[in-house]
């Protein structure tokens, strides 16, 4: 049943998402058709355990935390990390997340127009709050998911990306 509600929502989730985002009718139906005949997409999608709900939960996370740069919205930042973290503590193949979140983020800096007499300095003080808070809500996210660093929140999770990290090297990384 889960494996059916994530392979079956997901491409909802997505196209709502993008429609939300301004993104037009053929727009849709280019992501409808992507999301339908992706073999990536459709390889980690039917999967009946972790990866299809990683389907869900990545590109979810990554347009709720668009959304919330196009709404200027802390909720849709806040709401884009509790994904983030759940994503996350299922699998740490979602730490994709992070780098995506940073180039989206770098890419709104150098090539905003909204408001050319702002710096970058000054775009950059505003997207590096939105990015943090991001972070730190995945974060808060992961811990509370992940009964086994709730002694020592900080260190413990240091302690896990180091070992994470460490396998890398391998085909170890789940």
Same mark, same amino acid.
């Given at each position: 049943?889960?494996?059916?509600?994530?392979?079956?929502?997901?491409?909802?989730?997505?196209?709502?998402?993008?429609?939300?985002?301004?993104?037009?009718?053929?727009?849709?139906?280019?992501?409808?058709?992507?999301?339908?005949?992706?073999?990536?997409?459709?390889?980690?999608?039917?999967?009946?355990?972790?990866?299809?709900?990683?389907?869900?939960?990545?590109?979810?996370?990554?347009?709720?935390?668009?959304?919330?740069?196009?709404?200027?919205?802390?909720?849709?930042?806040?709401?884009?990390?509790?994904?983030?973290?759940?994503?996350?503590?299922?699998?740490?193949?979602?730490?994709?997340?992070?780098?995506?979140?940073?180039?989206?983020?770098?890419?709104?800096?150098?090539?905003?127009? !909204?408001?050319?007499?702002?710096?970058?300095?000054?775009?950059?003080?505003?997207?590096?709050?939105?990015?943090?808070?991001?972070?730190?809500?995945?974060?808060?996210?992961?811990?509370?998911?992940?009964?086994?660093?709730?002694?020592?929140?900080?260190?413990?999770?240091?302690?896990?990306?180091?070992?994470?990290?460490?396998?890398?090297?391998?085909?170890?990384? !789940?």
């Amino acid at each position: 049943l889960f494996h059916i509600v994530c392979s079956v929502l997901t491409p909802l989730f997505l196209l709502m998402l993008a429609g939300r985002l301004g993104l037009s009718r053929i727009g849709q139906v280019w992501l409808f058709l992507y999301l339908i005949f992706d073999p990536i997409f459709l390889e980690m999608g039917s999967r009946a355990h972790l990866e299809s709900f990683l389907t869900l939960t990545i590109p979810v996370a990554l347009m709720l935390y668009a959304l919330g740069h196009e709404r200027d919205s802390l909720i849709l930042y806040v709401l884009s990390g509790i994904v983030f973290g759940l994503a996350f503590a299922t699998r740490v193949n979602a730490a994709v997340v992070l780098p995506s979140a940073l180039a989206y983020s770098a890419i709104r800096i150098f090539f905003s127009h !909204q408001s050319k007499n702002r710096t970058v300095l000054a775009k950059g003080k505003k997207e590096i709050i939105r990015f943090l808070l991001f972070c730190m809500v995945g974060w808060v996210v992961f811990i509370v998911c992940f009964p086994p660093l709730w002694t020592t929140p900080f260190f413990g999770f240091a302690d896990f990306l180091y070992q994470k990290a460490s396998l890398v090297g391998g085909d170890n990384l !789940q």
